[in-house]
């Protein structure tokens, strides 16, 4: 099940774990990453926090925690080659993955029809 936030993160709910990374949409607006900062493993977030930072020619931008949780993993292999996230952001482009918090906070996320629908696209 995957869900997006406003912010343009995604996140896929596996059992108590969430993984997360940036949209197709986001990494097209950012252009080639040039640069990820990932979180520490065991670093707590509350939703809406900033959470990671990645920078491409265009511009530096945050990637915000979707929902509140613990570091558990990191993509080690984006910050080797940030053109991971441009060439599949929602597969090995990932970015962290969370122990969620409050599972509650998953429902105020959009799903995928949701979000197409916000950025002008059909589902």
Same mark, same amino acid.
């Given at each position: 099940?995957?869900?997006?936030?406003?912010?343009?993160?995604?996140?896929? $709910?596996?059992?108590?774990?969430? @993984? @997360?990374? $940036?949209?197709?949409?986001?990494?097209?607006?950012?252009?080639?990453?040039?640069?990820?900062?990932?979180?520490?493993?065991?670093?707590?977030?509350?939703?809406?926090?900033?959470?990671?930072? @990645?920078?491409?020619?265009?511009?530096?931008?945050?990637?915000?925690? !979707?929902?509140?949780?613990?570091?558990?993993?990191? #993509?080690?292999?984006? @910050?080797?080659? !940030?053109? &991971?996230? #441009?060439?599949? !952001? &929602?597969?090995?482009?990932?970015?962290?993955? &969370?122990?969620?918090? #409050?599972?509650?906070? $998953?429902?105020?996320?959009?799903?995928?029809?949701?979000?197409?629908?916000? &950025?002008?696209?059909?589902?």
């Amino acid at each position: 099940m995957l869900r997006f936030t406003a912010d343009h993160e995604w996140l896929r $709910i596996d059992g108590d774990v969430a @993984v @997360v990374g $940036i949209t197709e949409h986001a990494q097209e607006q950012l252009g080639d990453l040039v640069f990820v900062e990932l979180p520490a493993s065991g670093k707590s977030f509350k939703k809406g926090a900033p959470a990671a930072v @990645v920078e491409s020619c265009k511009a530096a931008s945050d990637v915000y925690a !979707p929902i509140s949780g613990q570091i558990v993993e990191t #993509n080690e292999s984006i @910050v080797t080659d !940030p053109t &991971l996230v #441009n060439s599949d !952001p &929602l597969g090995h482009g990932w970015f962290f993955k &969370l122990k969620i918090a #409050n599972p509650s906070e $998953i429902d105020s996320l959009m799903d995928e029809e949701t979000y197409k629908t916000q &950025l002008g696209l059909k589902a």
